[in-house]
């Protein structure tokens, strides 16, 4: 174990790896947190199939969740109306319509899954409580909305603002940023968008967006700046939020959103081009363990990562401690 104290701590990439395509917010998150991690994963397509299952199982009801939301506030649909018209019975009973019809669209083979429907339903009154406080105030404007943009695109955009990024080149100017946008509204004044993302698990803290070192939000905004999202005013007041769907934890608070209107957004649109041109790089050394972490820390990604055993961290951490050899 001594002798991995010595060692160096970053590999360089010796295999042919695959190339770059596009990027999105949870592959951004990953090479933050482990560049070595994105590699296996991004690079050569390794894959967990304990984890692939237990992603596929949150993947599956999150977007029953993200379903039954989009259709309870399609335009002009039964519960928009109820909600424009201020009435919590009615927009209750066209939310759990849509919910049951979500689910039970997609848990008829799987009868294990049916009290998703149940959880769900369970939240319903919490989640037509939030709309109803901000009905008056914004309206949906897109909802399960598909964007991309390129680097190139970020990199002009930043440009136009003094940014010193670094510009990508032609081998990765278009290689996209994309993902889905959960739901975008405006604000009734007509100048204020507000972009939500639904979490069905854990929710990133207010001052982890503030501090740029949660991103996803700050893609979004991006997406809606750069001209992403039909019906937003080119200049609006940004401003972001994450929207609990579990219990507990449902809705949000429209006063205290996560991204808040003063966002440093260039500063954020930066580290994405700085990010996005490293993770498309694959000449420079991966680090085997990202620096100043601590493997075994609560939020550390290290916990229950499949390729523990792969990067040696256990050793290199024990060595570092000045264990004994057994």
Not at 91 to 100: K, V
Not at 130 to 150: D, Q, V, W, Y
Request: net charge neutral; proline share 7%; charged share 25%.
């Amino acid at each position: 174990q001594a002798s991995f104290a010595t060692e160096p701590r970053e590999r360089p990439v010796l295999g042919h790896s695959q190339p770059l395509a596009r990027i999105s917010p949870t592959a951004l998150r990953t090479y933050r947190e482990c560049p070595y991690r994105f590699l296996l994963e991004g690079g050569y397509g390794l894959r967990d199939q304990e984890r692939v299952l237990e992603e596929l199982r949150k993947k599956d009801y999150g977007s029953i969740a993200h379903e039954a939301m989009r259709r309870f506030l399609r335009e002009d649909g039964p519960g928009v109306q109820a909600l424009r018209a201020g009435d919590p019975g009615a927009a209750l009973s066209a939310l759990r319509a849509d919910a049951r019809d979500a689910f039970t669209a997609r848990i008829a083979a799987l009868p294990q899954r049916r009290l998703w429907v149940a959880s769900f339903l369970a939240m319903a009154v919490d989640i037509v409580d939030t709309e109803l406080a901000s009905a008056a105030a914004r309206r949906c404007i897109a909802r399960e909305r598909e964007f991309a943009f390129t680097l190139d695109e970020l990199h002009a955009w930043l440009s136009a603002r003094g940014a010193a990024a670094t510009p990508p080149d032609a081998a990765w100017a278009k290689i996209a940023c994309a993902g889905r946008l959960d739901r975008v509204d405006l604000g009734a004044d007509g100048t204020s968008v507000h972009v939500i993302d639904y979490k069905t698990g854990e929710i990133p803290s207010p001052k982890k967006v503030a501090a740029g070192e949660d991103l996803q939000l700050a893609v979004y905004a991006l997406a809606v700046r750069l001209g992403k999202v039909a019906g937003a005013p080119e200049n609006a007041v940004l401003t972001g939020t994450y929207y609990g769907l579990k219990s507990g934890g449902v809705g949000f608070d429209p006063a205290r959103p996560h991204l808040k209107p003063d966002h440093d957004l260039v500063r954020d649109g930066a580290a994405v081009l700085a990010t996005a041109l490293a993770m498309a790089d694959r000449a420079h050394d991966y680090a085997l363990v990202p620096p100043d972490l601590d493997p075994d820390g609560a939020a550390a990604p290290c916990r229950h990562c499949p390729w523990r055993g792969v990067c040696r961290i256990d050793e290199l951490v024990s060595a570092s401690c000045g264990e004994a050899t057994p």
